[in-house]
Nanobody, 122 residues
Framework: QVQLVESGGGLVQTGGSLRLSCAAS????????MAWFRQAPGKEREFVAA??????YYADSVEGRFTISRDNAKNTVYLQMNSLKPEDTAVYYC?????????????????WGQGTQVTISS
């Protein structure tokens, strides 16, 4: 079955950096669009970034600070997060979808990881 396993979360200070990884198995990775979403306490899960082939998409709130990338040989998608802010604190989830051109809503994705906690201290 399809599994998505996130790693790399942690506690960092404002202005710091983290790199999240999501290792995928049970699917033909290169055929899937991959995305990162996040969910802060008491809030809905929101889109962060997505990648299909080499085309990337970002939420306005992270544009210029976060970079999504993928390594098809390793079945892994990454999220490099720089200039982190307290408002970036959330559980970050990896997601995968096979078809369709929409990338920004949770309903468009078929598979999800369990999430990794990112906490930014002020």
């Amino acid at each position: 079955q399809v599994q998505l396993v996130e790693s790399g979360g942690g506690l960092v200070q404002t202005g710091g950096s983290l790199r999240l990884s999501c290792a995928a198995s049970g699917l033909t990775f290169s055929q899937y669009a991959m995305a990162w979403f996040r969910q802060a306490p008491g809030k809905e899960r929101e889109f962060v970034a997505a990648i299909r082939s080499s085309t990337t998409y970002y939420a306005d709130s992270v544009e210029g600070r976060f970079t999504i990338s993928r390594d098809n040989a390793k079945n892994t998608v990454y999220l490099q997060m720089n200039s982190l802010k307290p408002e970036d604190t959330a559980v970050y989830y990896c997601a995968a979808k096979l078809r369709g051109s929409g990338y920004y809503t949770t309903i468009q994705y078929s598979y999800w990881g369990q999430g990794t906690q990112v906490t930014i201290s002020s």
